[in-house]
């Protein structure tokens, strides 16, 4: 049985915003604008992903 991914990548900066979405940001692994990172389908992950929505993009 293979774990579900999500690929997650960073297409806003996150200069400017609130510290705890720059904080949720890099908890998802992100450092630069079109990095993509692929994490687990958890629902701490979806958490941080909708905090975060208008900085990344899901596929």
Do not use: W
Not at 13 to 25: E, L
Not at 30 to 47: F, H, S, W
Not at 49 to 55: A, D, E, R, T
């Amino acid at each position: 049985m293979s774990k579900k991914t999500l690929k997650v990548t960073l297409v806003r900066s996150p200069n400017g915003t609130r510290g705890s979405h720059r904080a949720t940001v890099l908890g998802l692994g992100l450092k630069k604008i079109r990095q993509t990172r692929e994490l687990e389908d958890t629902p701490a992950v979806r958490g941080m992903i909708n905090k975060v929505s208008y900085l990344v993009r899901v596929e």
